[in-house]
């Protein structure tokens, strides 16, 4: 793990220490993982519904009812997963969540109806809210300035993985199994991977395997963390957040980019089985396709921002080229739903979830760009992702009920290409310049 960290990390400055340590990348490609098994836990059931037929009859309205609740929970516990991460680290925080996640997505596989398959999502939503801002943290702590783009993209990257790797992975247990094992056997990764954060996870200062000439290094690059802290900054009070038009904005933004990105941790298998007539191997094999570009594609996006940066680029430029242009390119997704052949919607479809990653890449970067103290940080990735995923909240239903009423889905991802296109107009002309937030005397006492 730590020699595909070397190769995949940008390469090093010119002032950096040949004995220096690299284990700020073996920590974020574990975290990197965590996010694989938490979005494989998460999408796993989008892919085993249209295959769980015989023992629930769901109509598309019910299927976003239940994709629903999933958000329900994961949204509205954003707001305290936050506060809870820069309360507690990440050691504590991502393990602890993985153990609650791991344990409901076993229970999923005892479901017997409508309500049950209710019930299990929303307790799995509580359970995985603190992940990404966990990730943002840990990012924010372990990593300078300069790497803070391709080591975000690394553990988003997850939520591509964890999606592209549930369709072989459920499609084939289904096809030798049953739809129950799926459930089963993914809850029980996830719990050895929380065995294996606890044990490793410790910030840069702490950990024994970080030397001295890296713990600098990561310090004097713009790392986030405690010592370095204004200490009025740090002492801002978390509701005073919202009172910053970066924060809004930046929540707003986020909302956009996820009601097209929910399209396909949802209904994307469902379209391609029902739309385009996929049978079981053609969905595990090509559906995979636009998740794997994404993945590629968010690494690349990842890894020129850092150099752009490294190259004296602001901070401010580098990161809305990457989220307006991710944003206005993931609006092609309005175009799949009306091409005439299959190929061609699967095309679109990879362009469009390439282009949402490397908007992501940008997102997730923010946190610790304008955070006004260490202790911010998870707090601030908190607020953008709860005001995200209320379209996870609203995105399925809307499918759902558009699908339902119409016979097809090209109303609905007309929608989303729309809202995608607002999405990249708010974060080029409404989100001011990305930098620490400026405290007033006033407000941190």
């Keep these: 793990m730590t020699a595909l960290g070397s190769k995949l990390a940008p390469k090093s400055s010119p002032n950096m220490p040949r004995t220096m340590t690299r284990k700020r990348w073996m920590i974020i490609w574990l975290a990197f993982i ?5 979005y494989l836990d998460r999408s796993s ?10 023992d629930f009859e769901l109509s598309a309205t019910q299927q976003g009812l239940i994709f629903a609740a999933f958000f329900w929970a994961y949204d509205f516990c954003q707001l305290a997963a ?6 507690v680290g990440p050691r504590k925080s991502f393990s602890l969540a993985a153990v609650w996640w791991s344990i409901f997505t076993m229970i999923t596989a005892m479901s017997t109806s409508f309500w049950s398959l209710f019930a299990a999502r929303f307790l799995l939503g509580v359970g995985e809210s603190p992940a990404p801002s966990t990730a943002a943290k840990v990012v924010a702590t372990w990593f300078p300035v300069r790497e803070r783009a391709f080591a975000t993209s690394i553990w988003d990257s997850g939520s591509r993985v964890g999606a592209v790797i549930a369709l072989p992975i459920v499609t084939l247990i289904v096809a030798f199994t049953s739809w129950h094992a799926v459930f089963i056997i993914i809850g029980i990764a996830g719990l050895v991977w929380a065995a294996v954060w606890w044990k490793t996870y410790r910030s840069p200062e702490e950990h024994p395997a970080a030397n001295a000439a890296e713990v600098s290094y990561i310090q004097e690059g713009g790392a986030r963390s ?12 978390w509701r005073s957040l919202f009172k910053y038009r970066t924060i809004l ?3 707003f933004g986020f909302f956009c980019l996820n009601a097209a990105i929910y399209f396909f941790i949802t209904f994307f298998p469902s379209y391609l089985v029902k739309e385009r007539g996929f049978d079981l191997l053609k969905l595990g094999f090509f559906g995979a396709i636009p998740g794997i570009c994404a993945v590629a594609f968010g690494w690349l996006a990842g890894y020129v921002a850092d150099r752009a940066v490294q190259r004296g680029v602001s901070v401010t430029r580098v990161r809305k080229t990457a989220i307006a242009g991710g944003l206005i390119g993931g609006s092609v997704i309005m175009f799949a739903a009306v091409v005439p052949e299959a190929w061609m919607a699967l095309a679109l479809l990879s362009v469009a979830y390439s282009s949402l990653t490397v908007a992501a890449t940008g997102i997730w970067s923010l946190p610790a760009d304008v955070a006004p103290s260490s202790r911010h940080v998870g707090s601030i990735g908190g607020l953008q992702n709860f005001a995200s995923n ?3 909240i609203f995105t399925p239903i809307l499918i759902g009920v558009l699908v339902d009423q119409t ?3 090209v109303a609905p991802l007309a929608v989303i290409g729309i809202v995608s296109l607002i999405g990249a107009a708010n974060y ?5 310049k990305i930098e620490p937030l400026k405290v007033p005397a006033a407000a941190s006492v």
């Design 34 to 38: 965590g996010l694989s098994i938490n």
């Design 45 to 54: 059931l989008s892919v085993a519904l249209p295959f769980m037929g015989k």
């Design 82 to 87: 936050g506060w809870y991460v820069d309360k």
């Design 226 to 237: 405690e010592a370095s802290d204004d200490a009025g900054a740090a002492k801002l009070p």
């Design 249 to 251: 904005s930046m929540m």
């Design 390 to 392: 209320l379209a996870g």
């Design 407 to 409: 016979g097809s889905f």
């Design 428 to 432: 080029l002309f409404i989100l001011g």
